[in-house]
Nanobody
Framework: VQLQACGGGLVQAGGSLRLSCAAF????????MGWFRQAPGKEREFVAAISWTGGSCYHADSVKGRFTISRGNAKNTVYLQMNSLKPEDTAVYYCAADRSGTYPHTQEREYEYWGQGTLVTVSS
């Protein structure tokens, strides 16, 4: 069972990046998926989550209107489109899978599987 996140990199403020997270080893079709991030010296925080159907999603206030979470057609992939990036968005971004799947959870304890993280650096 493995979640692999990719798409991070270095971008200037105001730019965009698209993160991807793919699930391997089992089907995550019925799982809810989420993105969290951890900035240097800070605790990990919730960014966005989506239900297994893709019909429900939730974004943290700090990214609302700039970031969008979505699922691929095969449902085993989740994306985070990040626009209008700010230096304070700099962090390691982690994807996670939630077995219950029906509700976009915001708490880390609701997620059973975690990816390795991908670094996003936004320069000013």
């Amino acid at each position: 069972v493995q979640l692999q996140a990719c798409g991070g990199g270095l971008v200037q403020a105001g730019g965009s990046l698209r993160l991807s997270c793919a699930a391997f080893g089992r089907t995550f079709v019925s799982y809810g998926m989420g993105w969290f991030r951890q900035a240097p010296g800070k605790e990990r925080e919730f960014v966005a989550a989506i239900s297994w159907t893709g019909g429900s999603c939730y974004h943290a206030d700090s990214v609302k209107g700039r970031f969008t979470i979505s699922r691929g057609n095969a449902k085993n992939t989740v994306y985070l489109q990040m626009n209008s990036l700010k230096p304070e968005d700099t962090a390691v971004y982690y994807c996670a899978a939630d077995r219950s799947g029906t509700y976009p959870h915001t708490q880390e304890r609701e997620y059973e599987y975690w990816g390795q993280g991908t670094l996003v650096t936004v320069s000013s």
